[in-house]
């Protein structure tokens, strides 16, 4: 549970120039620039998630034939291990260094100076340690937040001098710089510590923040910083780390964990308003013994790692002591009826230990907004990273991709706490300056980057679809996906689930029969997991199972095959979902696709419709029995849609037998045109956001009276 040695890639001269031809049209400089970037950004030792930047100095020729400085700097926007050429803003070198000799600047004048002084006007804008690039005489600058150097400069000034001193020797020199916030400030400290430093100094420490090495190529730059972290790597390494005393452990079952997610989901939208949220939990051994620990609330409540974890973790994560599932849950059937005592209990129990944070938060935020002339407006007060004894890591955001950075941020938090430690006394950026940070207009700005401008109507919803990995389900799967949902994806077909996954923002999957009751449990609590619970439901998996000449001769096998997965399936998942939906406390929404087979049964057909009819009275009935819990139901009757269901040399001779061709089929409705799965998916949408409608049946056919509710 601290950090170890890692081997470092080294700089290859041949990938260098495989940069500069991958570049042709790009400085040959800037393009080596991206190279050793790239290899710094991968390694997470060294920064995570947008954190560090790197730069180089070259020149530019304009459109009159002027040759000018420029400083080529890491754009926001842009992460390290992915970063392009056009991800480097060009800015006027000259310009900088006259901004470097004023007496102050606030932000928004720093970036108009830089905004204003680009080569490109459509560049992204410059980082704001851009002022600390330009003034580093040195052609390429490395700036990483690599943990190992975090852990030594995370101490009070004298013990980091001291253990730098002692770990670098002989082999490198260094200055330190006392913490400022990134920003003019701290470039004018930098400056400071570095006219009093020898004119050969090779990298500079920023105390409670990171490390800067520079060189006149950008071999040499890399490799002093490879250099200057496996030292202090090293020396971590060898300092046995110092052992926890572990609170006894209390194993919990599926259930109880998804009660717990499922009432965390819930309270958060409580506390927000009604906004929804996504709770999201990470395997991670180092962190459940860090969690498990006696020293667990005093470790855990001093601060962020390096400053700009901030904004993805608020300064401080909330510890959850106690929570043992006999304590709330007592039998095993408690889980199967609606328990309200219970869950009451561990609402109540969860919520005072959010309540005691938010008063804490409140409180940071008046005495701090105090301190700066009471011009801040409070952002909301939960907690991002929660500790739950017994459990481990959980983090809790607006969107998946946001619960996974602070859970990257936290699993790397932990091992540099205990490192720190180690060798001294962990002693951050202070809350003071972690508030300054988390209430600074340009770290606020980097979060609203990457998420696009138009509203998404599903923001921090869960969206849990059968059959999700082709067809109406994909469709479905990706319209909501795009509206900001988390998407759980059920199918019989793996790579089919692999590449949901793989191609859908913000989706997990789980190879899932649902005729199975036990595999659908299983597969909620995987969305529980990843997700913290769920609010919609698409029950979309089904089977044609037919019966020739007519269902007086069915094979009773097959009609129970039918029932299985076209009525029980519907039956065992939207059990599972309204289970958690009530525990959770925020209505939820169950959709399910009946086709028109209830209404306009097929010949032939009869298991299957059958089946659709008895699940189409399953839709009435959950109407019935939940709509007090503010959980909707309703169907869709969609008709001819293309998909795996059908067997097109079946269709082939439906059609031929109407005289039609199998294109003719699927037009074959009053308007004239074919119902596509993405018409279906629109259905789902417009039904998922139509808070006032229940127990109704929509239908997406193209026009069939013989198929109209009557
Ligand atoms: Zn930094």
Known sequence: MTISSR????????????????????????????????????????VLHGGGNTSVKSTVTTKLGETIDVLCVKGSGYNLDTIVPKGFPQVSLDHLHKMLS??????????????????????????????????????????????????LADQTVESATKIFSKVFGAELTFCVVPYVMPGFGLAGAAKKALESAPADVDCMILLKHGLFTWGPDAKSSYEKHIKAVSLVEKYLESHQ??????????????????????????????????????VSFRESDTVASFVQSEECEELSQVGCI?????????????????????????????????????????????????????????????SNNLRVGGIKQELDPLPRVLLVENFGLFTV???????????????????????????????????????????????????????????????????????????????????????????????MVEERIASCVATIKNCRGALVDVSDPVQVEHAFHLACRAFGGVDIVISNAGIVVQADPGIASVDPAQLALSMNVNFLGHQFVSSAAVRRMVTQGSGGCLLFNVSKAPLNPGAKLGPYCIAKAATLALMRQYTVDYSHRLIRSNCVNADRVRTNLFDMELVEKRAQARGLSADQYFKANALGVEVLSADVADAFLYLALSLKTTGSIFTVDGGNIAAAPR
Not at 317 to 342: A, I, Q
Request: glycine fraction near 6%.
């Open 241 to 278: 780390p110092k052992p926890l005393t572990m609170r006894p452990f209390s194993e919990s079952s599926e259930k109880f964990f998804d009660k717990v997610s499922t009432t965390f989901r819930g309270l958060y939208s409580d506390l927000s308003g009604g906004k929804s949220w996504i």
């Open 397 to 491: 955001a607006r969107d998946f991709g946001s619960c996974s950075i602070a859970a990257d941020i936290y699993e790397h938090t932990v091992p540099t706490i205990m490192a720190s430690n180690v060798v001294g006394e962990y002693n951050p950026a202070s809350l003071e300056d972690l508030f300054d940070c988390e209430y600074w207009s340009l770290e606020q700005a980097k979060l609203k980057l990457g998420q696009s401008g138009k509203s998404m109507k599903l923001k921090g919803k869960v969206v849990l679809i059968t059959g999700g990995g082709s067809g109406i389900g994909l469709e479905t799967a990706k319209l909501f996906a795009s509206e900001g949902s988390a998407v759980f994806i059920i199918d």
């Open 306 to 366: 390096t400053p700009d974890h901030v904004i993805r973790t608020k300064a401080l994560p909330m510890v959850v002591r106690g929570l043992v599932e006999s304590k709330f849950y007592d039998v095993e059937e408690s889980y199967f009826k609606e328990t309200p005592e219970s869950d009451t209990k561990l609402r109540n129990y969860l919520k005072s230990a959010l309540d005691k944070y938010i008063e804490r938060y409140h409180e940071y935020f008046e």
């Open 7 to 46: 081997n470092y890639a080294p700089y290859i001269e041949g990938d260098a120039q495989a940069f500069v031809a991958k570049f042709p049209d790009d400085d040959d400089a800037v393009a080596i620039r991206c190279y050793t970037s790239n290899l710094i950004g991968r390694e997470s030792s060294l």
């Open 102 to 151: 004023l007496d102050s600047l606030s932000d928004p004048e720093m970036v108009n100076e830089f905004r204003s002084h680009m080569m490109n006007a459509s560049s992204p804008t410059p980082s704001v340690e851009t002022l600390l690039h330009a003034l580093i005489p040195h052609k390429y600058v490395d700036h990483s937040h690599a943990d190992a150097i975090v852990a």
